[in-house]
């Protein structure tokens, strides 16, 4: 595993100089364009693209798994050495040297700032790393040619130590650059929230492995008060319009290219349609209002497939359903759904309309956000906090109300999707009726019904994120997934390694088959 540097090489000295008077002389040893130390307002946000952009990889994946989309082999929960090639090289070849780089030249400069943000965005990448792959090179990763893969149960426990040491550099000072800092632009506030926010969820992820610390570390940071509580803290990349360089959504850039990317999971579709939930509107697109699944033309557009389905794709580019406004910034739905009844309150045909009278293509509106590719990618959000503090106060006891936190985290994430839909926004009579609904469901069921409740909102609300979704099913076995039509393996506990880094790294060239085998049939250490 090699370095990555965004410093080229240094400058070759030229013993030349320039006269300019008997005094002053030209220093051209120094090329202001091709600097030798590190410049901490470039690597940061290089850093950032780094997390953000690879991280596409193990989403989609990790969405396949979940059952929020269809597409791929992992669909059929099958895996090989080159799935999650390209998000295990993008971090170990360029995020994560990044951050060292950052961590180390700014401790030398006393940019506590810059150290701080890179310690925390070095523990938010390696705790997914963690969740994903399990035992991952991370001790000695960034000096070591063969490094070592280290337990995650250690790292995870290294990781806790280094949020807290972003903590104490912040108090030394804080001086980031607002256009070197993607996430935040430059609030200390903000990353402070997201510190103990990662925090907590990073304790809520290791409660059945370690309950009474998991509690009390949540307790500490509830009573403490300062993590995420409202959606302007969130710690989410914001995606761009721009074709070239492509800065889009990564699900609208291929979702709305010529040949499509996969197919929109059926059981997604199902569940909103039974729950009576307006987000599929927002979450799914449909070509074709007549389209149905094998590609016929006898349903209502919702054309996808269900887990498993292994068929071959026929000629159906213009026919298949394709992510919506939420979260890639695709284009609203508003045709009309003919199965709807007196029943649906809340995902209505109120306002919809309908293609053409010579055929069923819809017509897209492209209003303010609609159609744009500017996204979001969701990573710890005001939301998760609130479905993470119901799922412990149900399991942990933390004395807050559940009820009330699942109710507030719905709402948050409806005032999400109408931040990407502003011309198509969910009303707020809509958003109280439905919680209100949610309310009453909750009331009537006994205390693991509660959790599975809150648990399908949460699923729901991941729409995506895949990732934190594959995290909650591991940890808790909610919401159940739905069974494989045609399944190529057993479901995956882990997500296979980069046969590059097996087949290069001599510390696990000889076990390499074994060991990729175990990351299909062995839980990551706090899975019990």
Same mark, same amino acid.
């Given at each position: 595993?090699?370095?990555?540097?965004?410093?080229?090489?240094?400058?070759?000295?030229?013993?030349?100089?320039?006269?300019?008077?008997?005094?002053?002389?030209?220093?051209?040893?120094?090329?202001?364009?091709?600097?030798?130390?590190?410049?901490?307002?470039?690597?940061?946000?290089?850093?950032?693209?780094?997390?953000?952009?690879?991280?596409?990889?193990?989403?989609?994946?990790?969405?396949?798994?979940?059952?929020?989309?269809?597409?791929?082999?992992?669909?059929?929960?099958?895996?090989?050495?080159?799935?999650?090639?390209?998000a295990w090289l993008g971090y170990y070849t360029e995020a994560i040297p990044d951050l060292e780089t950052i961590i180390s030249t700014g401790t030398e400069q006393g940019e506590w700032g810059y150290v701080a943000v890179a310690k925390l965005q070095k523990a938010y990448l390696f705790s997914v790393m963690v969740d994903v792959w399990g035992n991952v090179p991370y001790f000695d990763a960034a000096v070591a040619p063969n490094p070592t893969f280290d337990n995650g149960e250690a790292i995870y426990e290294n990781l806790l130590a280094l949020i807290d040491e972003a903590l104490e550099d912040m108090e030394r000072g804080f001086n980031v650059s607002a256009s070197a800092d993607l996430f935040y632009q430059g609030s200390r506030e903000n990353w402070e929230k997201m510190a103990n926010s990662l925090k907590l969820k990073m304790y809520l992820t290791i409660r059945k492995h370690d309950e009474a610390r998991a509690k009390q570390g949540i307790m500490d940071i509830l009573q403490a008060g300062n993590y995420i509580q409202d959606n302007e803290s969130d710690f989410t990349f914001h995606f761009g319009t721009n074709t070239a360089p492509n800065a889009r959504h990564p699900w609208y850039a291929t979702g709305y290219a010529p040949g499509r990317d996969g197919y929109v999971s059926m059981v997604l579709v199902d569940r909103l349609q039974q729950q009576d939930?307006?987000?599929?509107?927002?979450?799914?697109?449909?070509?074709?209002?007549?389209?149905?699944?094998?590609?016929?033309?006898?349903?209502?557009?919702?054309?996808?497939?269900?887990?498993?389905?292994?068929?071959?794709?026929?000629?159906?580019?213009?026919?298949?359903?394709?992510?919506?406004?939420?979260?890639?910034?695709? @284009?609203?739905? #508003?045709? +009309? *759904?003919?199965?709807?009844? %007196? =029943?649906?309150?809340?995902?209505?045909?109120? &306002?919809?309309?309908?293609?053409?009278?010579?055929?069923?293509?819809?017509?897209?509106?492209?209003?303010?956000?609609?159609?744009?590719?500017?996204?979001?990618?969701? @990573?710890?959000? #005001?939301? +998760? *906090?609130?479905?993470?503090? %119901? =799922?412990?106060?149900?399991?942990?006891?933390? &004395?807050?109300?559940?009820?009330?936190?699942?109710?507030?985290?719905?709402?948050?994430?409806?005032?999400?999707?109408?931040?990407?839909?502003?011309?198509?926004?969910?009303?707020?009579?809509?958003?109280?009726?439905?919680?209100?609904?949610?309310?009453?469901?909750?009331?009537?069921?006994? &205390?693991?019904?509660k959790l599975r409740l809150v648990m399908m909102q949460k699923w729901i609300s991941l729409y995506g994120n895949g990732v934190e979704a594959y995290n909650d099913f591991r940890r808790t076995g909610y919401p159940e997934l739905q069974e494989l039509i045609s399944p190529l393996d057993v479901f995956p506990e882990r997500f296979y390694y980069s046969e590059t880094e097996l087949t290069s790294n001599i510390s696990v060239i000889d076990i390499r088959e074994q060991l990729q085998r175990d990351q299909q049939i062995v839980p990551v250490f706090w899975r019990k």
């Open positions: 595993m090699k370095k990555y540097s965004y410093i080229k090489g240094l400058l070759v000295p030229i013993l030349a100089l320039t006269l300019v008077s008997c005094d002053d002389f030209i220093d051209i040893n120094e090329d202001p364009s091709n600097p030798t130390v590190p410049q901490l307002n470039l690597l940061l946000p290089a850093s950032q693209l780094s997390i953000a952009g690879n991280f596409d990889n193990i989403n989609r994946g990790a969405s396949n798994v979940v059952q929020h989309r269809a597409s791929g082999s992992l669909n059929r929960y099958d895996q090989t050495g080159t799935t999650f090639q390209n939930d307006p987000r599929l509107r927002y979450y799914i697109f449909r070509l074709n209002e007549r389209a149905g699944l094998a590609n016929s033309q006898t349903g209502e557009g919702y054309y996808g497939r269900y887990p498993g389905d292994g068929a071959s794709s026929p000629a159906d580019q213009n026919t298949r359903a394709i992510v919506g406004i939420y979260p890639a910034a695709g @284009l609203y739905d #508003n045709g +009309m *759904m003919p199965s709807l009844g %007196a =029943e649906n309150i809340f995902l209505t045909n109120e &306002g919809a309309t309908t293609g053409t009278t010579s055929n069923s293509f819809k017509i897209a509106l492209f209003a303010e956000g609609d159609g744009t590719g500017a996204g979001i990618l969701p @990573l710890i959000t #005001n939301s +998760m *906090m609130l479905f993470s503090r %119901a =799922e412990a106060a149900l399991t942990l006891g933390t &004395g807050e109300d559940a009820e009330e936190l699942m109710k507030e985290a719905v709402i948050a994430q409806f005032n999400v999707i109408n931040s990407v839909s502003p011309a198509f926004p969910i009303s707020s009579q809509t958003t109280g009726g439905f919680t209100e609904r949610l309310s009453a469901q909750f009331q009537s069921l006994d &205390g693991e019904g």
